[in-house]
């Protein structure tokens, strides 16, 4: 059973930019979470969506936004990209929004 | 003050040493308790998981909850340099809480033959 993919595992981006990133869950799994992960900061939750509605959001600022599709795929936006975005973003998913999280391997940002 | 701490070490014991990790927490509301593992490069991957007060054994990991102290531990048995990773602490106030977890920084923990 494949796991969590995120694309793409690297990205770098200027300041002022956007930058989507996407998330597949494991097949079956319709709970889609994101958390952003920093040194300064550990692990911060970002938002998470259960069939296609967001049903829970972190204390993050309007330019971080997410969606989730039919199928179960998830992509967040990051709009007029700063240089404290830079950092690991972590996507997650479990079968339903109690049960195990399987996280993705991420998408290191970096923002010059 | 976050709502967790949790020592970032560097954690440094001999292979075979029982190992103990710790968390703190502030928020009273906090019922489910979660140890993650992550190796470099990788995300985290979910290790033991708790509710309330207690202890739960798995293997050569033991996960310990006191709600009194608003503390909880990860002892791992037998360490093995395959242990090396950060370790990381989650908790929640409740099962459906759509998985805003508030997590720990991490301990680094490095296992040495």
């Known amino acids: 059973k494949a796991g969590v993919t995120q694309t793409p595992r690297y990205l770098i981006k200027t300041r002022g930019q956007q930058v989507t990133l996407s998330c597949s869950p494991i097949?079956?799994?319709?709970?889609v979470s994101w958390y952003q992960q920093t040194p300064g900061q550990g692990l911060q939750f970002l938002f998470e969506y259960f069939s296609e509605t967001q049903r829970n959001k972190g204390n993050f600022p309007g330019r971080f936004s997410g969606r989730q599709f039919s199928n179960s795929r998830s992509e967040m936006n990051v709009s007029t990209l700063e240089l404290g975005d830079s950092a690991l973003y972590l996507c997650?998913?479990?079968?339903?929004?109690?049960?195990?999280?399987?996280f993705g391997s991420g998408t290191q940002l970096s923002v010059l | 003050q976050k709502e967790v701490e949790q020592d970032p070490g560097p954690l440094s014991v001999p292979e075979g040493a029982i190992v103990s990790l710790n968390c703190t927490y502030s928020?009273?509301?906090?019922?489910?308790f979660m140890w993650y593992r992550q190796y470099s490069r990788k995300g985290p991957e979910l290790l033991m998981y708790t509710y309330s007060s207690g202890n739960k054994e798995d293997g050569r990991f033991t996960a310990q909850v006191d709600k009194s102290s608003k503390y909880i531990s990860l002892f791992i048995r037998d360490s093995q340099p395959s242990d090396s990773a950060t370790y990381l602490c989650a908790m929640s106030p409740n099962s459906n809480s759509g998985y805003a977890l508030n997590f720990g920084k991490g301990t680094s923990l490095l296992v040495t033959p």
């Open positions: 928020n009273s509301a906090f019922q489910y």
């Open positions: 097949s079956g799994h319709r709970s």
């Open positions: 997650a998913s479990s079968g339903t929004p109690n049960e195990k999280l399987f």
